[in-house]
């Protein structure tokens, strides 16, 4: 069943956007009395009737909800810095939104060579992974923020950050983080994070974390740790 974006549905009667309309009937080619289903991403999953295929402005009838559709008992926050090749963060965007990602905050740190993220871009990215994959929450995107900003700033739950240096000790993440806990991580750029960057995390109470010993890409690296979590909470 297909499944279109509502964020202010409120009701037993609902219109779709111009967008939503537009793909729900041209490109869909759904009718009267076809079968959908909304989330609003805020946690709710709706099923729904389309009584006037308007590719407008379609109308619906709501038929059920399910409150607190697929939610987590934790929440998991990925903070990482934005890519030198963008096409690149956005496939992290999309692909840690499918796996189960709450939060996202382009971090700017001393290696960073492409501060600036596309906003606009990346918040339909988000929509389409969080329908393609049917959540009911949408994942929030901060502004990007300074490495300094960001480690001194309070975050609930078990504190980590990746990264490659073995100056340090690292532990794996499923020895630092436990199935229920809420969990911040810290993903670097393709230069990794500074000596001096790590070193500002760990006073601030950041764990320093590995994800085996294959050298990944931060895309990648992004993916591997959402994963992990993932699976810890299964």
Same mark, same amino acid.
């Given at each position: 069943?297909?499944?279109?974006?509502?964020?202010?549905?409120?009701?037993?009667?609902?219109?779709?956007?111009?967008?939503?309309?537009?793909?729900?009937?041209?490109?869909?080619?759904?009718?009267?009395?076809?079968?959908?289903?909304?989330?609003?991403?805020?946690?709710?999953?709706?099923?729904?009737?389309?009584?006037?295929?308007?590719?407008?402005?379609?109308?619906?009838?709501?038929?059920?909800?399910?409150?607190?559709?697929?939610?987590?008992?934790?929440?998991?926050?990925?903070?990482?810095?934005?890519?030198?090749?963008?096409?690149?963060?956005?496939?992290?965007?999309?692909?840690?939104?499918?796996?189960?990602?709450?939060?996202?905050?382009?971090?700017?740190?001393?290696?960073?060579?492409?501060?600036?993220? =596309?906003? +606009?871009?990346?918040?339909? $990215? %988000?929509?389409?992974?969080?329908?393609? @994959? #049917? *959540?009911?929450?949408?994942?929030?995107?901060?502004?990007?923020?300074?490495?300094?900003?960001?480690?001194?700033?309070?975050?609930?739950?078990?504190?980590?950050?990746?990264?490659?240096?073995?100056?340090?000790?690292?532990?794996?993440?499923?020895?630092?983080?436990? =199935?229920? +806990?809420?969990?911040?991580? $810290? %993903?670097?750029?393709?230069?990794?994070? @500074? #000596? *001096?960057?790590?070193?500002?995390?760990?006073?601030?109470?950041?764990?320093?974390?590995?994800?085996?010993?294959?050298?990944?890409?931060?895309?990648?690296?992004?993916?591997?740790?959402?994963?992990?979590?993932?699976?810890?909470?299964?």
């Amino acid at each position: 069943m297909q499944v279109f974006y509502a964020p202010d549905i409120t009701g037993d009667i609902y219109t779709l956007d111009e967008k939503e309309s537009r793909h729900c009937i041209r490109v869909l080619r759904m009718t009267t009395g076809s079968r959908i289903r909304l989330i609003d991403g805020k946690g709710s999953l709706y099923e729904a009737v389309i009584t006037s295929p308007d590719p407008g402005r379609c109308s619906l009838s709501i038929t059920g909800v399910t409150r607190e559709f697929e939610t987590r008992n934790y929440r998991l926050h990925i903070a990482i810095s934005p890519l030198k090749n963008y096409e690149r963060f956005e496939w992290f965007i999309e692909k840690s939104v499918e796996i189960g990602v709450d939060e996202i905050t382009p971090l700017l740190c001393d290696n960073t060579e492409k501060p600036g993220i =596309k906003r +606009e871009r990346v918040s339909s $990215l %988000i929509i389409s992974a969080m329908k393609q @994959s #049917l *959540k009911s929450t949408l994942t929030v995107l901060n502004e990007p923020v300074s490495f300094a900003d960001f480690v001194k700033a309070d975050h609930e739950g078990r504190r980590m950050i990746a990264h490659c240096s073995t100056d340090s000790v690292r532990s794996r993440i499923g020895d630092v983080c436990r =199935k229920g +806990e809420n969990a911040t991580l $810290l %993903i670097g750029p393709e230069g990794d994070f @500074s #000596l *001096k960057e790590i070193k500002e995390a760990v006073e601030a109470g950041f764990a320093p974390v590995h994800l085996g010993n294959s050298r990944l890409r931060s895309e990648t690296a992004g993916i591997a740790a959402c994963c992990t979590i993932y699976y810890i909470n299964q």
